[in-house]
């Protein structure tokens, strides 16, 4: 398929014909998509945990790269099926109790297109408030968030080949402005930091990261890895996504950590806006790269939602073509956007709360998918067409209560500091777990992510609860 073609394929099986590449181009999407400015701040979040510089990168590294791992082994199937993730996930669930989870996954994937291209508009806003103090905030604002808008839609549109073309040059671009910004901001870093929390606290790091990172791309694992052969090995494809959505970010990691080592204000600073406290110290002839950075990290997770919401949308059972179901997606985007930009003044916080919510549900769901995928491999067999395509089971009670519970657990061992989202969840928490380091890190997404995969491998071995019901 030519990279200026309109990709065709929605959620069906990719043809054979079709299919080719090498798994070390999963590379470039995860990377690309993963090297935002945002994962300096999330170096600071860290170390808000009272961790020093060491547990802090430990924790940090190990929890990305757990994280990514789940992705990797979703991104497994894909290759396997040549079909997408929430299509794949009509296996562990049925046909009609997929829609559930496809539905999380659509509301989770619209919701971060919303946050960074709001994100992008905000950044591009704040550099050119400096580069050209004369024109007003609103209009810069506007600006920005039209050229993100459009090309978030514009690549998603075009589909899977223009998006891994895209991510790769992205990714070499971001990769040389980011070793220029962090080679101008080295004088502010420094070790000066104390770990003041107990065992407990590098298990928190280590959840928190995860949470941070993987467990919000797990459902779109196989959306990328759809186009290999068949004979892909399954161990490279799980390693080129892992490392290509775990390392990048790492770099980022130690930066943010090193940088609130040295610079404990501006490191504060920055994990409330970092776009904008990190460009606080620049030279006025780097800010323009640095906006290309940070409006381009942004805008390159954004482009990977908005495809993978596409063809969760299609896994709902919404008869529409894959380019016009993106096209819906960017409208909803643009609406988002425009509503946190130049609207709500307190809306993002409750948003990103109920992301948070939405992060649940999709842990519980990999657990299960992965649950499933290894049983179908360990009987031999592979993802049968049967089981994914109109006509199949309606239903499958193990892979749904499995879910329900799971999701039910995690949500009452999370927290928010929005007031009208903690009235419902940390229902299962004491006050003093609840004001502890488990409590900030939303251990609730892990447990989750545990309880899901051992219920569903339980229930499935119960004849009753096995049994497909037939749509």
């Known amino acids: 398929m030519s990279t200026m073609e309109v990709e065709q394929n929605g959620i069906n099986a990719v043809p054979e014909g079709e299919r080719r590449g090498r798994p070390r181009d999963l590379f470039w999407p995860w990377a690309g998509s993963n090297l935002s ?27 990305y790269v757990l994280s990514f791992l789940l992705v990797g ?6 290759a396997r099926s040549g079909v997408p993730t929430m299509t794949l996930g009509r296996a562990p669930f049925g046909y009609h109790g997929n829609k559930l989870p496809a539905l999380f996954s659509y509301i989770s994937n619209v919701g971060w297109e919303i946050v960074l291209v709001t994100l992008a508009a905000q950044s591009g806003a704040e550099i050119l408030g400096r580069v050209a103090p004369g ?50 901001m080295a004088p502010d870093l420094g070790v000066s930091l104390e770990t003041t929390a107990g065992p407990g606290g590098w298990v928190g790091g280590v959840i928190f990261a995860m949470t941070l990172l993987g467990l919000g791309w797990v459902n779109c694992g196989a959306d990328y890895s759809r186009y290999l052969p068949a004979t892909s090995s399954p161990r490279s494809v799980t390693l080129w996504t892992t490392l290509g959505g775990a390392l990048p970010p790492m770099v980022l990691l130690v930066f943010g950590v090193l940088l609130a080592g040295g610079d404990p204000k501006l490191a504060e600073e920055a994990g409330a806006n970092p776009v904008a406290a990190l460009a606080a110290a620049l030279p006025t002839w780097f800010l323009l790269p640095y906006l290309l950075t940070a409006i381009g990290g942004f805008l390159a997770g954004a482009i990977m939602d908005i495809y993978s919401s596409g063809l969760s949308m299609l896994a709902l059972g919404v008869p529409i073509r894959r380019h016009y179901a993106v096209l819906i997606d960017g409208l909803l985007m643009v609406l988002g956007g425009y509503y946190l930009l130049f609207v709500s003044t307190s809306f993002l916080a409750t948003f990103q709360a109920f992301l948070a919510i939405v992060g649940v ?5 990999a657990a299960i998918f992965l649950v499933d995928m290894w049983r179908l491999r360990a009987g031999g067999r592979g993802y049968d067409e049967r089981l994914l395509r109109a006509g199949a089971p309606a239903l499958n009670w193990a892979g749904l209560l499995s879910l329900v519970v799971a999701s039910i657990t995690g949500l009452g061992l999370i927290t928010s500091a929005d007031p009208n989202i903690a ?21 609730g997404v892990v447990i989750a992510l545990v309880l899901a995969g051992i219920l569903y491998f339980a229930l499935s071995a119960v004849p009753r609860l096995r049994t497909r019901v037939r749509s």
């Not at 020093?52 to 430990?58: S, T």
């Not at 549900?361 to 769901?365: G, I, L, Q, S």
Request: glycine share 12%.
């Open 37 to 63: 400015l945002f994962g300096v701040a999330f170096g600071v979040y860290i170390v808000g945990l009272q961790l020093g510089v060491v547990p802090a990168i430990i924790t940090g590294a190990v929890g």
């Open 73 to 78: 082994l979703v991104a497994v199937g894909g």
């Open 135 to 184: 024109i007003p905030e609103t209009t810069t604002t506007a600006i920005c968030f039209a050229v993100a808008a459009v090309v978030v839609i514009a690549v998603g549109v075009y589909g899977h080949a223009m998006i891994m073309v895209v991510q790769r040059y992205l990714t070499y671009v971001f990769v040389v402005l980011t070793v220029v910004y962090m080679v101008l």
């Open 361 to 365: 549900v999709m842990a519980a769901w």
């Open 423 to 443: 009235n419902v969840v940390g229902f299962l928490m004491s006050a003093e777990l609840e004001g502890g380091t488990f409590g900030s890190a939303n251990i």
